[in-house]
T-cell receptor, first 111, second 121 residues
Framework: DQQVKQNSPSLSVQEGRISILNCDYT??????FLWYKKYPAEGPTFLIS?????DKNEDGRFTVFLNKSAKHLSLHIVPSQPGDSAVYFC??????????FGTGTRLKVLA | GAGVSQSPSNKVTEKGKDVELRCDPI?????LYWYRQRLGQGLEFLIY????????KSGLPSDRFSAERTGESVSTLTIQRTQQEDSAVYLC???????????????????FGEGSRLTVL
């Protein structure tokens, strides 16, 4: 049972435009959500997080939106840059140690 | 060190051999995790340590897999009698334990190492 789903395996965006990566979850107990970025042959690196008491968190070009009623979160990158090309994972936790990761979305930003 | 360190970075072994993968977490991080990423798939939870104890081993695929942690520091993941389906990148991560302070969460994001790529021939 995949509790965290990223239904788009890949996404291509022109440089300077907005990238929107989506993530759906099924467990209503999840209260903490994170986005990670992964380059080839490297470990994932933390990007941004949001707790369930918020519906938006912003950090520079990155904004995460949480819609608890829809069990949906999204990551917006504005403006997109070629260096943003990577695989993006969302992860969720139910105030425990266990982080459940999605399968990832490969973002390609075209110059 | 400054980050999570894993060794070896690459390991090629023959089916049936045992392998050991090592993880050095960030100093002071009490929580340590092992994840696995098979080709084209997401991160699969294997095991979690809090201190030297492993309260959750539910992700270990079979009894050929085991892990230990000593000194609330280094962890070793051991795979016995390796099979071809064990081929994957094994990722270690560490974090501070998440706590709640008023309405603010102290972030407990995971810090990952670069992984150990295991290939079983």
């Amino acid at each position: 049972d995949q509790q965290v789903k990223q239904n788009s395996p890949s996404l291509s965006v022109q440089e300077g435009r907005i990238s929107i990566l989506n993530c759906d979850y099924t467990n209503s107990m999840f209260d903490y959500f994170l986005w990670y970025k992964k380059y080839p042959a490297e470990g994932p690196t933390f990007l941004i997080s949001i707790s369930s008491i918020k519906d938006k968190n912003e950090d520079g070009r990155f904004t995460v939106f949480l819609n608890k009623s829809a069990k949906h979160l999204s990551l917006h990158i504005v403006p997109s840059q070629p260096g943003d090309s990577a695989v993006y994972f969302c992860a969720a936790s139910a105030f425990t140690y266990k982080y459940i990761f999605g399968t990832g979305t490969r973002l390609k930003v075209l110059a | 060190g400054a980050g999570v360190s894993q060794s070896p970075s690459n390991k090629v072994t023959e089916k049936g051999k045992d392998v050991e993968l090592r993880c050095d977490p960030i100093s002071g991080h009490t929580a340590l995790y092992w994840y696995r990423q098979r080709l084209g798939q997401g991160l699969e939870f294997l095991i979690y340590f809090q201190g030297n104890s492993a309260p959750d081993k539910s992700g270990l695929p079979s009894d050929r897999f085991s892990a230990e942690r000593t000194g609330e520091s280094v962890s070793t993941l051991t795979i016995q009698r390796t099979q071809q389906e064990d081929s994957a990148v094994y990722l270690c991560a560490s974090s501070l334990r998440r706590t709640l302070s008023g309405k603010n969460y102290i972030t407990g994001e995971l810090f990952f190492g670069e992984g150990s790529r295991l290939t079983v021939l």
